[in-house]
Nanobody, 122 residues
């Protein structure tokens, strides 16, 4: 059974940092592209970042470029999202998901975690 689990969310002040982790069981994460998405209250889920299988390719939504960094440790079957200079508008539930394709659209993603809450206070 495939399970994707996010961790590392929490409450942080504006300007602060958090590091989210995504772990998977029941699959070899290194064979998947991994994306981070987020959903704020009353808004649709949106793409945040994606990383290719080797870690050489990454893409970000414009609003997080220069502040967020996606990375992976294939030996540990984990993917990370380092979030710096957090803003109140980053407040959302953050989801990790896996895809066989390198895409920014959520339609391409197969396995999803339950999400982790990130709250940025101003």
């Amino acid at each position: 059974q495939v399970q994707v689990v996010e961790s590392g969310g929490g409450l942080v002040q504006a300007g602060g940092s958090l590091r989210l982790s995504c772990a998977a069981s029941g699959l070899t994460l290194s064979t998947y592209n991994v994306g981070w998405f987020r959903q704020a209250p009353g808004k649709e889920r949106e793409f945040v970042a994606v990383i290719g299988t080797s870690g050489a390719s990454t893409s970000y939504t414009d609003s997080v470029k220069g502040r967020f960094t996606i990375s992976r440790d294939n030996a540990k079957n984990e993917v990370f999202l380092q979030m710096n200079s957090l803003k109140s508008e980053d407040t959302a539930v953050y989801f990790c998901a896996t895809s066989l394709l390198y895409r920014t659209g959520s339609y391409a993603y197969i396995y999803w975690g339950q999400g982790t809450q990130v709250t940025v206070s101003s």
